[in-house]
């Protein structure tokens, strides 16, 4: 073998355990070392580098456990995977939160045993740096520890639970996780729990046989079977079903789905990373979250800061969300007025990142020129959507909103009304209605569009 073949180790104190492993690191063309015990491990470790690590929890004079820990302290950066007994799911997952990127159950099999090394390999050679790292806007405190436990999370396979308010960025997370690891090349699917009927979520997780039911027109594989090899991001988890949640769990340890309709099962391999505004921990405790989904999937937690949290990185995510937005308008960036970014740096953004790219957007539309002013933020009509109200403004006029409509759409309810008002006042002459309105043409067709008012009708 060449110098440039991965290396890997093999820790286990059963013989029969350890030739086998060696025997399959060896039809992989991976060269292979065994280890009978935790010293001997410990001491292969001082003498050498290893691309990899597989260890068995019993190792006569310690425990995988131990092991990882020495790992973790010495050789932080080599991928270990350990191999448990059947259905030990509390070891394999003190090993996940110890370090150990996967683990495989007894007795193994071969095709698994296979793809658990791909995956540890793929961890080794994904150490370059990835431009995705730049996605996550901000260089404050908060943001620094994000940025560095996802890229030590992207290295694992373990589920992880991204905990964070509306509007934080949780999905974004999710997305660096994923394309900062191995399976970067595979799918990426994410599924919102709470858009989905209940009646339907069988079928759309894991699938269905033309004819399994009413409507069943055609064959769907569902999308745990979509993200196979990928990562399957399920966002507002809490919002599933109890009698859903079951099925859930089976399919993780499992690491099977069977399509409704279907009398086989399918194989699928992918990693799990979930969200959700709520404390799960606190949905557990009144019994709306099973217990044992919440210990399967909460193996890590990373928490998302709400931007209340990091007002330090306001200004530069504002210079990126108007540099992307006048990029969609084929515009040149407005500048921010001094006084409008103190505004924003001193607003307390219950709606987070999304509610600032909403904001800058309204400004965008409403400012006259090329300079956004702090009437163009519209923050008093902000606060009072979200009950803080600015006493130094007239809300008179401004619609309440109802508790259970999201931010989001009552503030583009309120864009839809006032460009509706020029529109009419206008005979929807869009030149004079972005004239009454204080934008420019191209953003007020911009905003049509969005907001689906647009009418071929030929007027100007």
Avoid at 36 to 56: I, V
Wanted: glycine share 6%; net charge negative; proline share 5%.
């Amino acid at each position: 073998m060449s110098a440039d073949t991965p290396h890997v180790l093999v820790v286990d104190d059963e013989a029969d355990l350890r030739e086998l492993l060696v025997i399959t690191l060896g039809r992989m063309k991976l060269k292979a070392t065994a280890a009978e015990s935790l010293g001997a491990a410990k001491s292969k470790l001082e003498s050498e580098r290893y691309d990899l690590c597989l260890t068995d929890m019993n190792l006569g004079d310690g425990t995988g456990l131990e092991l990882l820990q020495h790992i973790s302290l010495h050789c932080p950066e080599m991928p270990t995977a350990v191999i448990t007994a059947y259905g030990n799911m509390e070891t394999a997952t003190e090993a996940m939160k110890l370090g150990a990127y996967d683990f495989i159950s007894k007795p193994v099999a071969l095709d698994r045993l296979r793809q658990l090394i791909e995956d540890g390999l793929g961890i080794s050679n994904s150490e370059e740096p990835h431009e995705e790292e730049d996605n996550l806007i901000g260089n404050g405190p908060a943001m620094q520890d994000l940025k560095s436990q996802v890229r030590k999370l992207a290295r694992s396979q373990a589920p992880i639970y991204i905990s964070g308010e509306s509007g934080s960025g949780k999905e974004r997370i999710a997305r660096m996780i994923h394309a900062l690891g191995p399976r970067r090349e595979k799918p990426f699917v994410a599924v919102n729990c709470g858009a989905i009927p209940s009646e339907l979520m069988e079928s759309e997780f894991f699938g269905h046989r033309k004819g399994a039911f009413t409507g069943a027109v055609e064959d769907r594989k569902g999308l745990f079977r979509e993200a196979d090899g990928g990562t399957l991001f399920l966002d507002e988890v809490a919002d599933l079903p109890l009698h859903m949640q079951v099925k859930l769990l089976r399919a993780i340890q499992e690491k099977s789905v069977r399509p409704v309709g279907e009398a086989r099962e399918f194989q699928v391999n992918l990693r799990i990373l979930c969200a959700t505004h709520k404390d799960l921990a606190s949905e557990m405790t009144v019994g709306r979250f099973r217990q044992d989904l919440f210990y399967r999937l909460n193996v890590i937690e990373a928490h998302v800061p709400p931007l209340r949290e990091r007002k330090e990185d306001i200004p530069a995510l504002v210079d990126h969300i108007l540099l992307r937005l006048s990029n969609a308008w084929e515009t040149s960036p407005p500048k921010i007025s001094g006084p409008a970014l103190k505004a924003l740096c001193n607003y307390p953004f219950p709606g987070n990142v999304r509610e600032l790219e909403n904001t800058l957007e309204r400004a965008m539309t409403l400012c006259d020129g090329m300079v956004i002013e702090t009437e163009n933020l519209h923050l008093h009509a902000t606060s009072l959507a979200t009950g803080t109200v600015n006493s130094d403004a007239d809300n008179s006029t401004l619609p309440e909103r109802d508790a259970a409509q999201p931010l989001e759409e009552f503030l583009q309810d309120i864009e839809r009304e006032e460009i509706l008002k020029a529109l009419d006042a206008t005979h929807w002459n869009r030149t004079a209605a972005a004239k009454k309105l204080g934008m420019t043409f191209r953003s007020l067709r911009y905003r049509l569009k969005k907001l689906e008012l647009d009418r071929d009708d030929g007027s100007e």
